[in-house]
């Protein structure tokens, strides 16, 4: 089976503009998480989907970040504006039961410079 | 806020040694997996151990959670070059939902 897509895999932009990470999951799975990694810190979460409900998004770092999941396939996660804070790897990751290990994508590198 | 700290941080050794990298945390995990990431990609899930004391290998790795299900430890045996990365460990919390809480990692290189 193909495993989860995230796109672009890497990122430039600057301060203050617009950026739209996607992120394909397995297909048929219904819990999607995206984590992120900064310089220097440990993997992060940032929030869980159920198909299209926000199950948690307690790890969401302020309202310049927005993610969505139309549908209950893929996800989009934009940062606007973006902050040079917000600078680091995104993880996107599925599963298709709660709890058991997840299968994560090959992230997205997001610099802001 | 659950913390998990993962020791060493960096590990160096020769093609044949064995080795222990530790996950410790003062809070209870309802599940705790390990994961192995290489340069330009995600976290490969290892193994998951989910009881007090539960002992699981894959080949020459051996993962133990502890009693108490606040720590647990990667033992390879006989190490290889192969066997170079990064080793991720992170606990899912007893009333955290399914989120996971990561440690640092240890960047283990193994020299021929």
């Known amino acids: 089976e193909a495993g989860v897509t995230q796109f672009p895999s890497h990122s430039v932009i600057e301060k203050g503009q617009t950026v739209t990470l996607r992120c394909d999951p397995i297909?048929?799975?219904?819990?999607l998480y995206w984590y992120r990694r900064v310089m220097g810190k440990e993997i992060k979460f940032l929030l869980h989907f159920v198909k299209e409900s926000k199950q948690d998004e307690s790890g969401m770092p302020n309202n310049r970040f927005l993610a969505e999941r139309t549908g209950g396939t893929y996800s989009t996660l934009k940062v606007q504006p973006a902050e040079l804070e917000d600078s680091g790897v995104y993880f996107c990751a599925s599963s298709h039961v709660r709890g058991v290990g997840y299968t994560f994508g090959s992230g997205t590198r997001l610099t802001v410079v | 806020t659950q913390l998990l700290e993962q020791s060493p941080q960096f590990l160096s050794i020769q093609e044949g040694e064995n080795l222990t990298v530790y996950c410790n945390s003062s809070?209870?995990?309802?599940?705790l997996q390990w994961y192995r990431q290489e340069p330009g990609e995600g976290p490969v899930l290892l193994v998951t151990v989910v009881t007090g004391g539960e002992v699981k290998k894959l080949k020459r790795l051996t993962f133990q959670f502890g009693d108490a299900r606040k720590d647990s430890s990667l033992h390879i045996t006989a190490a290889q070059p192969g066997d170079t990365g990064l080793y991720l460990c992170?606990?899912?919390?007893?009333?955290?939902?399914?989120?996971?809480?990561f440690g640092e990692g240890t960047q283990l290189t193994v020299n021929p």
């Open positions: 297909s048929g799975h219904d819990n």
């Open positions: 992170a606990g899912e919390g007893e009333t955290s939902g399914s989120r996971l809480t």
């Open positions: 809070s209870v995990f309802s599940s």
